[in-house]
T-cell receptor
Framework: DAGVIQSPRHEVTEMGQEVTLRCKPI?????LFWYRQTMMRGLELLIY????????DSGMPEDRFSAKMPNASFSTLKIQPSEPRDSAVYFC????????FGSGTRLTVV | AQSVTQPDIHITVSEGASLELRCNYS??????LFWYVQSPGQGLQLLLK??????LVQGIKGFEAEFKRSQSSFNLRKPSVHWSDAAEYFC???????????FGQGTILTVHP
């Protein structure tokens, strides 16, 4: 079991650029979650999918954020255009009964 | 709305001492409760979880937690802390969608030799 795999581990981009974060969930897990961690706000749920269908995106901060899950083994979180306040660590987690987190992507927008 | 409060932002203990990290939750139904640990620059590792049954749950690394419904608490304990336990600890509550968790703000644990 390779766990939840996120890429890239680190991303530095300029304000206004498009950023795409990727996640491969654990095989067999039917739920996938995107969280964001910042010093100010802690860990926040952005969006989650069940069986590849978005269920709750109420945590997505703005229209600049979008997430897709085209199949059971892949999900993306896209920010377009990126802003410095988007700098954070973004975690993907997958779950059946035991939520398992990836190692995160540390995003820095300069 | 569900919420989690971890009253202690930072706790310092000596190696070998006992540890208790506090967690209080608010949830409208039967909660699913979790404790995660995060080392600097790392992801979150699940220590233990409570879904139902025995209110004292055992986890990895010698940790345990006790669910007390009357106090809306799920405190994490360890009888003897090791230097490698220094990290940040998060309590979380969820419902039937197991990964849709609400996290506390975390407690940073420092261990003195």
């Amino acid at each position: 079991d390779a766990g939840v795999i996120q890429s890239p581990r680190h991303e530095v981009t300029e304000m206004g650029q498009e950023v795409t974060l990727r996640c491969k969930p654990i095989s067999g897990h039917n739920s996938l979650f995107w969280y964001r961690q910042t010093m100010m706000r802690g860990l926040e749920l952005l969006i989650y999918f069940n069986n590849n269908v978005p269920i709750d995106d109420s945590g997505m901060p703005e229209d600049r954020f979008s997430a897709k899950m085209p199949n059971a083994s892949f999900s993306t979180l896209k920010i377009q255009p990126s802003e410095p306040r988007d700098s954070a660590v973004y975690f993907c987690a997958s779950s059946t009964a035991r939520p398992t987190f990836g190692s995160g992507t540390r995003l820095t927008v300069v | 709305a569900q919420s989690v409060t971890q009253p202690d932002i930072h706790i310092t203990v000596s190696e070998g001492a006992s540890l208790e990290l506090r967690c209080n939750y608010s949830y409208g139904a039967t909660p699913y409760l979790f404790w995660y640990v995060q080392s600097p620059g790392q992801g979150l590792q699940l220590l233990l979880k409570y879904f139902s049954g025995d209110t004292l749950v055992q986890g990895i690394k010698g940790f345990e937690a006790e669910f007390k419904r009357s106090q809306s608490s799920f405190n994490l304990r360890k009888p003897s802390v090791h230097w490698s336990d220094a990290a940040e600890y998060f309590c979380a509550v969820g419902g039937e969608s197991y990964g849709k968790l609400t996290f506390g703000q975390g407690t940073i644990l420092t261990v003195h030799p």
